[in-house]
Antibody
Framework: QVQLQQWGAGLLKPSETLSLTCAVS????????WSWIRQPPGKGLEWIGE???????NYNPSLKSRVTISVDTSKNHYSLKLTSVTAADTGEYFC??????????WGQGTLVTVSS | DIQMTQSPSAMSASVGDRVTITCRAS??????LAWFQQKPGRVPKRLIY???TLQSGVPSRFSGSGSGTEFTLTISSLQPEDFATYFC?????????FGGGTKVEI
């Protein structure tokens, strides 16, 4: 059974850097891309980007200038950094497995609040 | 970006009703369309992928159809546990984009 367990700071001040990590267990880490998706309060889902075990990434152009996704294959972990956060970055952040382009397994979510 | 427009954004329904939710893409997404269910405070759950393939464990009252730019999620007989928000996702091209969601309420 594939499981994604994520963690990271939940309260940030404007201009700080959001940092989240997702640990993957079960399944084959090297066979998939691994993504980050976010959801502002009461709103829809936004795809942030993805990475594979080789470090190949794809980012949403709307966030690309502030986003870095990295991978640690020795631990089957991958991470998200989002710089210069503002209140607009407040929301639930999910890590998720990409399977043939689709998203099947999700992490439990991390609520990130940006407030001064 | 491919824009995904869902309708309706919210609806009221009763147990036993047939419910239809539509997702329209701004351009052809081929077969690369999935549907998700999300309950308050919960992680999205994939219901259907490649337009009409039912995720393992999902009840057969859920079905998907469509092609090209117009897709439909149908719940044949709404059950109490189906009151939730539903999203479509296109993964034909980057960036992946979701529909705005349809909240199904009692």
């Amino acid at each position: 059974q594939v499981q994604l367990q994520q963690w990271g700071a939940g309260l940030l001040k404007p201009s700080e850097t959001l940092s989240l990590t997702c640990a993957v267990s079960g399944g084959s880490f090297s066979d998939h891309f691994w993504s980050w998706i976010r959801q502002p309060p009461g709103k829809g889902l936004e795809w942030i980007g993805e990475i594979n075990h080789s470090g190949n990434t794809n980012y949403n152009p709307s966030l690309k200038s502030r986003v870095t996704i990295s991978v640690d294959t020795s631990k089957n972990h991958y991470s998200l950094k989002l710089t210069s956060v503002t209140a607009a970055d407040t929301g639930e952040y999910f890590c998720a497995r990409v399977n043939y382009g689709d998203v099947d397994y999700w992490g439990q979510g991390t609520l990130v609040t940006v407030s001064s | 970006d491919i824009q995904m427009t869902q309708s309706p954004s919210a609806m009221s329904a009763s147990v036993g009703d047939r419910v239809t939710i539509t997702c329209r893409a701004s351009r052809d997404v081929d077969r690369f369309l999935a549907w998700f269910q999300q309950k308050p405070g919960r992680v999205p759950k994939r219901l259907i992928y490649t337009i009409s393939t039912l995720q393992s464990g999902v009840p057969s009252r859920f079905s998907g159809s469509g092609s090209g730019t117009e897709f439909t999620l149908t719940i044949s007989s709404l059950q109490p546990e189906d009151f939730a928000t539903y999203f479509c996702l296109q993964h034909k091209s980057y960036p992946l984009t979701f529909g705005g969601g349809t909240k199904v309420e009692i």
